[in-house]
């Protein structure tokens, strides 16, 4: 027995030794720094290419996998090996990826994927027989969110890597890396074009201009760090609701900043992410795609060791005026939410949305007609304030009466209208204050008026809105509100997003 298992620690040694390639952590330390010590069960570690040859110069098959877990909780984790063939895909590797992934969904288990490689491995993809045998699992493509998927581009990746990230639910990318359909030498080869990684797929094209990514990091370590702390706001699978923690932060902690914070001018802009701070729970805001659609913040925080989904406008950026960007952003974040029973909670301070050329050349109105889409379909718990302007459609955006929230309440500051003031006096008294003998007076009762039909008490009074509240009182609101609101089977909702794309 002795010999045999000699034999049997040659041939895992032999796969595993000498698998060192350029600089950066190799797959096996990525897995390490991502899971916990001791933790990772590999399995495959046998594995080979089944091309005749090329037994000995492909350990794993590029692709080292198994089980491992993270703060505790059982995961799934793949890492493509740069250091064989690097890191393709042959018919082995597409095998155990599947295999692992229909485990994960059958067993409950979220799937972390370390992305670099080179995409399909030509001699495997190569013919009709080829290709046609190694087309996107639809095991993959039908997911359905049913596990969370968690993402990383660590080095350049083509194809695979770069297919996976886009399904997944959250996605670092590591600077200096590119994430892209296929690399330069192809698309050189094939198009003529000469393009440099970056520019091709690199983290700011994904963080700024398309939104494909959600978080940037400055080195590999980070990017496995930000993918457990993501992991630590989520359910394992669909069936759960995310983990409660417990927090010595003061439900009731005094909120008399705020009323510092947030001028009553409402031409005057304030930094958003400072009032989430004071409102949930300290330190706990994870922000998602904070570099694209800037006058939204989408995030996920704790409100009393509770999980919650934060959709928040951001007067720093355009004043708050929300465009495409912000539209794609709001719904995939909307998505998200509803397939992991994460309930919302919407901070309104909006003039509305852009318009213009530009706006309607980026069909601006699919944009916001999609996004109220999500936000009518979604079932989990909801709970929207407007903090100190919401008007025209983006009043609905944000969740506001009639859009499925179980509560909808407004600061004293708020103004809600289907424009603002300025715009709304010119609009309908034009012609009016142009026969006026004292338009100047006259625009200024004009505009008065139109302050006081605008105010939240007109709403409040007919029980349009639920209330208005005392800014200071805002988190004992919410706690009280978004707790009250799961107390039905701890807020789950139907899913009815599960399975809308994951892009869009």
């Known amino acids: 027995m002795k010999g045999w298992i000699d034999?049997?620690?040659?041939?895992?040694?032999?796969?595993?030794?000498?698998?060192?390639?350029?600089?950066?952590?190799?797959a096996r330390e990525r897995i390490d720094a991502l899971v916990d010590q001791g933790s990772f069960l590999e399995l495959g570690a046998l594995n080979h290419s089944d091309v005749s040859g090329m037994e000995d110069k492909s350990p794993a098959d590029a692709l080292v996998a198994g089980l491992a877990e993270i703060d505790g909780r059982p995961v799934v984790v793949m890492a493509p090996d740069r250091a064989v063939l690097a890191g393709t895909e042959g018919t082995v590797y597409i095998r155990k990826a599947e295999a692992l992934h229909r485990f994960a969904v059958k067993r409950g288990l979220p799937v972390c994927h370390i992305g670099e490689g080179g995409g399909l491995r030509m001699p495997d993809g190569m013919g009709s027989d080829g290709i046609s045998e190694r087309m996107m699992p639809l095991s993959l493509l039908r997911h359905g969110r049913r596990v969370p998927m968690i993402s990383s581009i660590m080095g350049d990746s083509f194809g695979g890597p770069t297919w996976y990230a886009i399904q997944s639910d959250f996605v670092v990318q590591v600077k200096g890396s590119c994430m892209a359909v296929a690399g330069p030498r192809m698309l050189e080869i094939a198009t003529g074009e000469k393009v440099a990684s970056e520019e091709l797929g690199g983290w700011e094209i994904h963080a700024k201009v398309t939104g494909q990514i959600d978080r940037v990091a400055e080195e590999e370590t980070q990017g496995l760090e930000l993918m457990r702390k993501f992991f630590s706001y989520l359910p394992s699978h669909c069936d759960e609701t995310p983990p409660y923690v417990l927090t010595i932060d003061p439900i009731d902690r005094n909120l008399d900043e705020v009323l510092e914070l947030v001028?009553?001018?409402?031409?005057?802009?304030?930094?958003?992410?400072r009032l989430i701070q004071l409102v949930f729970d300290r330190e706990t805001l994870f922000e998602l795609k904070p570099d694209f659609g800037g006058a939204l913040i989408t995030g996920l925080a704790r409100l009393g060791g509770r999980v919650v989904g934060v959709v928040?406008?951001?007067?720093?950026?355009?004043?708050?005026?929300?465009?495409?960007e912000e539209a794609d952003k709001a719904t995939s974040f909307i998505c998200f939410c509803d397939s992991y029973h994460i309930p919302m909670v919407f901070l309104h301070d909006v003039p509305g949305f852009r318009v213009g050329r530009t706006a309607e050349a980026e069909k601006m109105a699919t944009k916001v007609m999609v996004w109220n889409q999500a936000l009518a379909w979604s079932t989990v718990p909801k709970v929207s304030v407007v903090i100190r302007k919401s008007i025209g459609a983006a009043y609905s955006n944000m969740c506001g009466p009639n859009m499925t929230a179980d509560f909808v309440v407004a600061w004293p500051t708020a103004e809600i209208s289907f424009t603002g003031a300025e715009v709304g006096v010119n609009v309908v008294y034009?012609?009016?204050?142009?026969?006026?003998?004292?338009?100047?007076?006259?625009?200024?009762?004009?505009?008065?008026?139109?302050?006081?039909?605008?105010?939240?008490?007109?709403?409040?009074?007919?029980?349009?809105?639920?209330?208005?509240?005392?800014?200071?009182?805002?988190?004992?609101?919410?706690?009280?509100?978004v707790d009250l609101a799961c107390r039905r089977n701890g807020g789950k909702g139907e899913r009815l997003l599960a399975n809308w794309p994951t892009g869009f």
Not at 12 to 25: E, R
Not at 312 to 324: D, E, I, K
């Open 430 to 481: 034009g012609r009016q204050l142009a026969k006026s003998e004292a338009p100047a007076t006259e625009r200024t009762r004009l505009l008065e008026q139109w302050e006081f039909d605008s105010s939240p008490y007109k709403a409040a009074a007919k029980h349009l809105i639920d209330d208005v509240i005392d800014p200071r009182d805002t988190r004992k609101f919410l706690h009280r509100t």
């Open 312 to 324: 928040a406008s951001q007067p720093l950026v355009r004043g708050g005026a929300y465009g495409p």
């Open 7 to 26: 034999d049997l620690e040659r041939r895992k040694q032999k796969h595993i030794a000498g698998m060192k390639k350029g600089t950066g952590l190799t």
């Open 263 to 273: 001028p009553t001018r409402r031409n005057r802009a304030y930094d958003m992410r």
